[in-house]
């Protein structure tokens, strides 16, 4: 066991994927020399070498492009968009090619690579630093979404999404990139994509987050505990697939949903929960499901996020009106 | 007094360093923000400031040492500050998550502020995937809840009663409309405990549930003063025609098994006088601005039972002659009775009489039977002196007449103009059959 933070975490599983797999390549811009911007990927050039772990040009078609060829060929491509806000230009590769390489050639190809990528707000960054746009990935048939907020699932959620046979997006919570700490296993271990954790049981409402909202609701759950609810605290991981049976069952125990999520309201990922409540939980619901989000606005800068990210009184406001209802 | 100055946390969630070389000695004066120490990590070379003005006690570390953050680096002797405000001092130090701004060689500003965790972001460590799973979790008996629609849980907060505890009878033990209805008639809500005896207690109370007739009452008659602008009109007719008539028939209806009293000639005449005055069998249809005329004559009678006030309904008044007429009356007076009123009998009113004469009182402000636009109150009749038109003093029988009407559709001039044609037909009995 060793203590880790995100950033470490991350390292820890290209560390062990690098070493264990020689097929596995790490690239992306500032990936090798630098580390990447954010450290995530240190020291893993000097391990593996400039062949294995290496800074690509700035254009991210690019590095998607060539990790959809590479992957077809047989390599295990782990890129990084440095930001997600930066991930657009690649994004005609990822829907018009990673997501559907397998249903194109018959099952004959599968574009088994991870594209990581820091997003969301809180670090004071620019406007298009700082978006969270994991529904749009989860919009995309043949992607696999995942967003881990401990260091322990990071790990094993990376170990998971390299072995995967299918592409995953792997979107890291860059303000806790180093606000969390655990104690984590040096050993290889796995975090099942598409399995939500229930971090925290209750009876009165299910409240489900993920990346780095929990910290969030975990402290507006603390003030639902003063006043006297008891709250079923859902961390989702994997944004697709959704782990329906775990939301539907919870819902169903507590009759009441209540989701945070950073991301802009409509059509985001807090509407899909809400889906979940309706269809397969409704004849338990005791209230009307609740989301509460970013805006419908463009993230704002440095001194305007604060209004936009969810704040624990605001989430806690929403978990009491809807046990109240 | 002495500060202990800990290798701080740079950033970066950095977790040691390597002293690379010593700016002071023991013994030598700093001040606070003078550099102390270089330092290596592995990102950067930094010098690490004094937090202090003071002397060095103590310096830990030699040069090419690694220390972790949190290690003492110095000991820093203070001098002027003891005590309390020393105590102070020391608890300034940063204890919780801070914010640090990350020192990149190049390009800091674009990456941001990054959050490094302090004491309170250390997460419980998982077990999840790493090792075989030990046993499931002991899942907590969830408390047992309903399965219904909104709708179903909507009524259920409506009619009071909590929804879970209500047995379902729809697919999959779906609690359903109709068994919120059942169980809130069969549930016998539980009174509460009386007040033990005391000496002291002299001033008994008792609560007692409002049986569903009692619960109606109360409804229709709060809907009704608060909808209809209620007005009323009292006056007296003279009746001793009527009073012999009645006498006269009394025990050849009696023969068959009718009891005849005044009720079905007020009814007859009532039933006349409404056809006359179209406006006092009317009902305001104000959400589509107009009034709604009836040209049938139901009229309702309030009858007192032990159980509460029902009112019971005669269809087609006008059609019936004072026979059938009276043989209706007995009839629903003995159904009220024995509590065999259907919900057929009681629907349909277009106005009320409501006599309470034979148990006493002369005027009353009756309440309007909502929607309806009017009521009739029939007092007791008493006999009266009265001055007849040759002006001569002389008993008569006077019947007391109260009507209430809802003066949004009914004016006061027709009150008493319907009223009038009322007191012509009950005054002079025989008009009753010459129409």
């Known amino acids: 066991m060793s203590v880790m933070t995100l950033v470490k975490a991350i390292n ?35 391990k593996y070498g400039k062949h294995r772990v290496f800074d690509s040009p700035l254009a991210e078609s690019g590095i998607v492009g060539t990790a959809v060829g590479m992957a077809v060929a047989g390599l295990k491509p782990v890129i990084e968009m440095q930001f997600s806000g930066f991930a657009y230009p690649g994004f005609n590769q990822m829907i018009s090619h990673v997501s559907r390489m397998r249903n194109r050639s018959r099952g004959k190809y599968t574009s088994s690579l991870v594209i990581r990528m820091p997003y969301g707000g809180g670090i004071k960054a620019l406007e298009h630093h700082s978006e969270s746009m994991e529904a749009l990935y989860g919009h995309i048939p043949g992607l696999k979404v995942v967003i881990p907020s401990t260091p322990h699932d990071a790990k094993g959620l990376l170990i998971s999404a390299i072995e995967s046979e299918d592409p995953v997006i792997y979107m890291e919570p860059k303000r806790i990139y180093r606000a969390v700490k655990q104690e984590v296993s040096d050993e290889k271990f796995k975090v099942k994509i598409g399995s939500a954790n229930v971090v925290q ?46 939301i539907a069952n919870s819902v169903k125990k507590t009759g009441r949903l209540v989701s945070v999520t950073e991301a802009p309201k409509t059509f985001g990922p807090g509407g899909e929960l809400m889906a979940i409540a309706n269809e397969e939980a409704f004849l338990h619901l005791e209230a009307p499901p609740k989301r509460v989000t970013g805006f419908d606005t463009i993230f704002p800068l440095p001194q305007g996020e604060h209004h936009y990210i969810p704040t624990p009184e605001k989430i806690y406001y929403e978990i009491e009106k809807t046990v109240k209802f | 007094m002495r500060h202990v100055f800990k290798f701080p946390d740079i950033g970066e969630g950095l977790e040691e360093g390597t002293i690379v070389e010593w700016y002071v000695k023991k013994g030598q004066q700093v001040e606070s923000g003078q550099s102390l120490v270089q330092v290596e990590t592995d990102k950067v070379t930094t010098d690490i400031p004094s937090p202090k003005t003071g002397t060095i006690a103590a310096l830990y570390g030699s040069e090419g040492e690694t220390i972790n953050v949190g290690d003492p680096l110095a000991e820093i002797e203070i001098e002027g500050v003891e005590g309390e405000e020393a105590v102070k001092e020391e608890e300034q130090q940063p204890a919780g998550p801070s914010e640090e701004s990350v020192e990149e060689e190049e390009g800091a500003g674009v990456v941001g502020t990054i959050e490094v965790a302090g004491e309170g972001g250390y997460l419980p460590s998982s077990q999840e995937g790493v090792e075989q799973p030990e046993e499931a979790e002991k899942e907590e008996k969830p408390k047992k809840k309903a399965i219904a629609t909104p709708v179903a849980r909507a009524l259920a907060k409506d009619l009071g009663v909590d929804i879970n505890n209500i047995k379902g009878t729809g697919p999959g033990g779906r609690v359903m409309k109709d068994d919120i209805y059942n169980y809130v008639e069969q549930k016998k809500p539980e009174r509460p405990s009386e007040p033990a005896p005391g000496k002291e207690v002299e001033e008994t109370v008792e609560y007692e549930d409002l049986t569903q007739i009692r619960k109606t009452i109360a409804k229709n008659m709060s809907r009704s003063k608060q909808n209809a602008a209620h007005m009323s009109v009292m006056d007296e007719v003279e009746v001793s025609e009527l009073v012999r008539i009645r006498n006269k028939y009394k025990e050849k209806y009696k023969d068959q098994g009718i009891r005849l009293n005044y009720l079905p000639f007020i009814l007859k005449a009532t039933a006349l006088a409404l056809k006359k005055h179209r406006q006092l069998n009317s009902e305001l249809d104000l959400d589509n601005d107009r009034i709604l005329y009836r040209y049938y004559y139901n009229i309702g009678i309030a009858v007192d039972t032990d159980k509460g006030l029902v009112v019971p309904v005669i269809k087609h008044v006008d059609r019936l002659s004072v026979y059938e007429l009276a043989q209706k009356t007995s009839e629903i007076a003995r159904k009220a009775r024995d509590g065999e009123l259907t919900m057929e009998d009681m629907k349909g009113g277009t106005f009320t009489v409501t006599s309470y004469g034979s148990i006493g009182g002369q005027f009353a402000v009756p309440v309007i039977n909502y929607p309806q636009a009017g009521i009739l109150g029939i007092g007791r009749i008493v006999k009266k002196p009265v001055v007849n038109e040759n002006d001569e003093v002389v008993p008569g029988h006077m019947l007391p007449l109260s009507m209430s009407v809802d003066h949004r559709i009914v004016d006061g001039g027709e009150v008493s103009r319907f009223l009038n044609t009322l007191m012509e037909y009950l005054g002079d009995p025989v008009t009753l059959i010459m129409e």
């Open chain 1, 12 to 46: 820890n599983a290209l560390d062990i994927e690098l070493n264990e797999n020689e097929k596995v390549v790490v690239y992306g811009e500032d990936v090798g020399y630098e580390g990447g911007v954010f450290r995530v990927t240190q020291g893993l050039q000097e």
């Open chain 1, 201 to 246: 049981q209750g009876t009165d409402v299910t409240v489900v987050t993920y990346g780095a909202m929990m910290r969030d609701t975990q402290k507006a759950i603390a003030l639902a505990k003063k006043a006297g609810i008891s709250v079923e605290l859902i961390d989702l991981r994997t944004i697709y697939p959704l782990d329906r049976q775990t």
